[in-house]
């Protein structure tokens, strides 16, 4: 079946780099762009009129946990453990979820979020859940399913210091159970699932943990993907443990490299909070081809972030944008990598608009090793996204892409197609209830509120943990 979006008033192209265009035909047949310019003359089956339309490819969320995080909502914001340097990592942020029933709540609610935003591909990492892949799969966004595995697991006594509680072993059989779900991804009927490894943190996995997780990888043809330098504890441990930074003992046991994505890489040696002599972390990500996922919303809402992302890329870095929690919207993540990007550096040149948006499209998708994703070009894969130029949000339209990005974002997102399907129709997810998702959400965030307490070491209930923005009366 053959689409064509007749005159689009404006496309983001791709021809070596994103390009603007205007008034041309797109045409996509089956799951692949077959035409981008004027005068599409071939058979249409369906013709949709790019009048008040900008073409754009569609973006890849490059790291998130939709099974997870949605139902955080209200209690992440303001957030953190000023005694653990402002990370809710190990004393609060993993004890709010409602088990199996919260996971599928809120990872439908975080696909449809994701798709309405024009997101088209996701990397999930996530704790397996029964339904993970056929709800991926149902949903028709194209995923990389990765279940989190380790050799240890935090622990905190006092709110103040984290202990390790290893169990080698377990981490061990936590990688082959990661591997069988892979296979499942790779051989999922949908085809648009694949898998990847995640041994889940930096200082959570024993180096022959890492180790073997990157031959499995190498071996399957998938990528590893490590949280590292993601706090300034995990920090302290490495350099406590090994005397240099996390980034710099990755490269000496070899684990980066172009199979390898590092999730945050924020704490670095040149960060200005580590205070740590070297500059070389970025070098070292630069030269072994690692990619980067960049996920700047969550982290400034516990007041901290890569300061400089603009010198990342200067410096050769492979970056890709991810979201990390809610909401699940690459747009605002992009509007955010610029703004404390500009803010931290006081350099409104520091990093541009279309260096990130080319992150959140092209370069997530080639870390990912697929350059056939995330650019609008003939031979590509059709995730496409139209953006309605009429929305009152994007005018005035001088430049669409500042529009959608710094004002608009996803209210202007109107279809997406995935691999040419239909999966967002006038504004509406087409393959998933979102409705029944919120409502599940909803109930699962009222269980998570109530069961936190049992869960904190001290006993501390969700209120005490993040207080409501005004006391409730009554
Ligand atoms: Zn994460």
Redesign the pocket.
């Known amino acids: 079946m053959t689409t064509c979006i007749r005159n689009a008033n404006w496309v983001v192209e791709w021809s070596g780099g994103h390009q603007y265009r205007r008034e041309i035909d797109v045409a996509f047949d089956g799951g692949h762009i077959t035409h981008v310019g004027p005068d599409y003359v071939g058979d249409v089956d369906v013709e949709i009129d790019g009048k008040d339309r900008m073409v754009m490819p569609g973006l890849v969320n490059m ?3 939709p099974s997870g995080e949605p139902l955080k909502k209200g209690f992440r914001e303001e957030f953190g453990n000023p005694q653990l340097w402002w990370s809710p990592l190990f004393d609060r942020s993993f004890i709010y979820h409602a088990g199996v029933e919260g996971q599928l709540a809120s990872a439908e609610y975080a696909l449809c979020e994701m798709l309405l935003s024009g997101v088209t591909s996701v990397v999930d ?1 996530s704790t397996p859940y029964d339904g993970w892949l056929d709800l991926l799969a149902a949903s028709g966004i194209r995923a990389w399913a990765t279940s989190m595995f380790g050799s240890a697991a935090w622990h905190t006594e006092d709110g103040h210091s984290v202990d390790y509680v290893w169990d080698e072993p377990a981490g061990l059989q936590a990688l082959e159970d990661a591997i069988d779900l892979g296979q499942a991804a790779d051989s999922h009927p949908s085809g648009r699932l694949s898998g990847m490894l995640s041994p889940v943190t930096v200082d959570l996995c024993t180096e022959e943990l890492l180790v073997n997780s990157l031959e499995a990888a190498r071996d399957h043809r998938w990528r590893v993907h490590i ?1 590292a330098s ?1 706090s300034l504890p995990e920090f302290h441990e490495m350099t406590r443990r090994h005397g240099v930074t996390p980034v710099q003992w990755l490269d000496s046991i070899d684990v980066l490299g172009p199979d390898s994505i590092l ?2 890489g924020m704490f670095i040696d040149a960060h200005s909070w580590t205070k740590w002599p070297t500059d070389l972390d970025r070098g070292l990500l630069t030269e072994s081809g690692t990619g980067l ?1 960049h ?1 700047p919303v ?1 982290f400034s809402r516990h007041g901290q972030g890569v300061e400089d992302i603009g010198a990342y890329i200067r410096r050769g870095v492979q970056v890709g944008i ?1 979201t ?2 809610y909401p699940h919207n690459v747009l605002e993540e992009i509007r955010t990598a610029a703004t404390l990007g500009w803010m931290a550096t006081g350099n409104v040149h520091s990093v541009s608009t279309g260096e990130l948006f080319t992150a959140a499209t092209a370069g997530s998708s080639s870390i990912l090793g697929r350059d056939d994703l995330g650019r609008i070009e003939v031979g590509a894969v059709a995730d496409i996204v139209l953006v309605d130029l009429s929305h009152h949000s994007m005018s005035p339209v001088r430049d669409p892409l500042r529009s959608l990005i710094y004002t608009a974002a996803d209210r202007a997102v109107r279809d997406v197609f995935v691999d040419g399907q239909h999966v967002v129709r006038n504004g509406e997810v087409t393959t998933l209830d979102l409705a029944g998702a919120t409502q599940r959400l909803q109930a699962a965030g009222e269980q998570a509120e109530r069961d936190t307490a049992s869960r904190h070491f001290a006993g501390r209930t969700a209120r005490q943990l993040s207080p409501l923005t005004f006391p409730e009366i009554g």
Do not use: E, I
């Open positions: 790291h998130c946990h990492l949280h993601q999730a945050h996922a996920c969550v991810g990390d929690s």
